[in-house]
């Protein structure tokens, strides 16, 4: 266990995730790690003030008391998250773990379809992105950073979904749950 625990803690502390699915082995085999001995590490991190979190098929760190200023900075967070979700599924409803796609069709989809090139244009307005391919590329880029997709072929620039990306998903799905089970006055 020990001899994992620092590259463990390096990727989850930025905020990545550990996918069971992931095409990198070295992932794999620090998934599997925790996988297997997940309370000794829980115990670990919760010493240093991080809670071990565990997904359907991934990991990832919360914090343990977090205060006013980490909430809003999840918030915004998850806003962000909730546009870009919004915006990948427009562009299929079945973009989920293990989905696959080439990063020119989803620019060439952008130019053919109004509602996702609206979609993509409010994505990142505020970061002065201009192009579809500019947009694409900063998505995609974030989504690495959190190890939500990963590049399987460098040649036609295919990406694959990881299991992590069922995180942002299920975020989506509890405020949808939260809203639902709201009583009208």
């Known amino acids: 266990m020990r001899n994992n625990t620092q590259r463990i803690y390096e990727r989850l502390i930025r905020g990545e995730f550990l996918s069971v699915d992931s095409a990198d082995n070295s992932i794999r085999h620090l998934y599997d790690d925790l996988e297997e001995n997940f309370e000794d590490y829980a115990d670990y991190f919760k010493e240093i003030g991080l809670q071990l979190e565990q997904g359907n098929g991934y990991f990832y760190f919360s914090r343990i008391g977090e205060g006013k ?12 998250w909730l546009d870009y979700l919004d915006f990948l599924k427009c562009y299929n409803q079945a973009f989920s ?29 505020k970061y002065g992105a201009g192009s579809n391919q500019e947009i694409v590329n900063k998505l995609l880029q974030e989504m690495q950073n959190m190890g939500f997709a990963e590049c399987v072929n460098i040649q036609d620039e295919t990406f694959k979904i990881t299991s992590a990306f069922r995180y942002a998903e299920e975020l989506v799905n509890m405020i949808q749950i939260a809203n639902e089970d709201e009583i009208p006055e």
């Open 97 to 125: 773990a293990g989905y696959q796609f080439r990063k020119g069709h989803l620019i060439e989809q952008i130019s053919l379809d109004i509602e996702l090139k609206e979609k993509a244009n409010h994505l990142f307005k």
């Open 69 to 80: 200023q980490a909430i809003e900075q999840k918030l915004e967070s998850f806003s962000k």
